[in-house]
């Protein structure tokens, strides 16, 4: 029993999880689109699961990504699909946690009262230029990362 309580909270340090809303915009056709999902990060492991509009999984672990869609079917990527969402899936989940903004070596970070604006550095700057983060009492409300092609991916932590 003793193990099983110790198993847990070591698991809860590493865990985190919660819902979202995506708003992304395309810049080259002027459109938003929105996603609702939840994030679930582990010490190993994020799980991305999109409910609306439709059914979408992305599953994220030290060796590979996989995409699971509405109809069952599960794709890995690999080349450069696997490497840059392996790499937005570490900054969505780098930006989700304010103590990682704080201190973290891959961006330049400047505050504005409740707002972190972000500068990404080295290799990460040629897929995100910069990020805005909202917090409130420690705790991010929401993170939106502008991308060289003009386009911005907002997500709204619920």
Known sequence: MRYFIILLIHLSLFAQSYDFEELK?????????????NISIEENKT???YNKPSFK???????NVSIE????KIYKLKGKAK?????FIDIMTRLGDFNEIKSNRDFDVKKEKSVYYLTFLEEISSQI????????????LSFKMFLPNEDTIEIIKK
């Not at 999984?57 to 060796?63: A, F, L």
């Not at 490497?83 to 790499?87: I, K, L, M, R, V």
């Open 129 to 140: 230029k910069s990020a805005e983060v909202r917090i409130e009492s420690s705790k991010v």
């Open 83 to 87: 490497y840059f969402t392996q790499q």
């Open 57 to 63: 999984q992305i599953v994220k672990d030290s060796e």
């Open 69 to 72: 869609g509405s109809s069952g």
């Open 25 to 37: 915009f395309i810049s080259a056709v002027s459109t938003e689109f929105k996603k609702s999902g």
């Open 47 to 49: 799980v991305i699961t």
